[in-house]
């Protein structure tokens, strides 16, 4: 399994970014993917995870009223669809899968190699 993101760049103080994340070799156990971030000097967090299906997702309480997941089974991708940006917001953007949406929060089992979103006017 194998998964690759893109979108990341900079962006100006309100604006938006979608970010992209295609899964190679999807399998049983990538039945959920998710989106984690990490800014310097800080911890990887949580943003937001879904099904495949799309049915049942999860977020960031902080982050849910500015942040979208969504995927596109045909394409085997996964979306982030980042609203409102702040500086805050500046870290790299990690996609992740697992066999369950609780799974990926936790961490899941697969891991891309992330990209960089920077929010600075």
């Known amino acids: 399994v194998q998964l690759v993101e893109s979108g990341g760049g900079l962006v100006q103080p309100g604006g938006s970014l979608k970010l992209s994340c295609v899964v190679f070799g999807r399998a049983l156990s990538t039945t959920a993917v998710g989106w984690f971030r990490q800014a310097p000097g800080k911890e990887r967090e949580f943003v937001a995870a879904?099904?495949?299906?799309?049915?049942?997702?999860s977020y960031a309480d902080s982050l849910r009223e500015r942040f979208t997941i969504s995927t596109d089974n045909a394409k085997n991708t996964v979306y982030l669809q980042m609203n409102d940006l702040k500086p805050d917001d500046t870290a790299v953007y990690y996609c992740?899968?697992?066999?369950?949406?609780?799974?990926?929060?936790?961490?899941?089992?697969?891991w891309g190699q992330g990209t960089q979103v920077t929010v600075s006017s």
């Open positions: 992740n899968a697992g066999p369950t949406p609780s799974a990926v929060q936790r961490g899941g089992t697969y």
């Open positions: 879904s099904t495949w299906s799309g049915r049942t997702t």
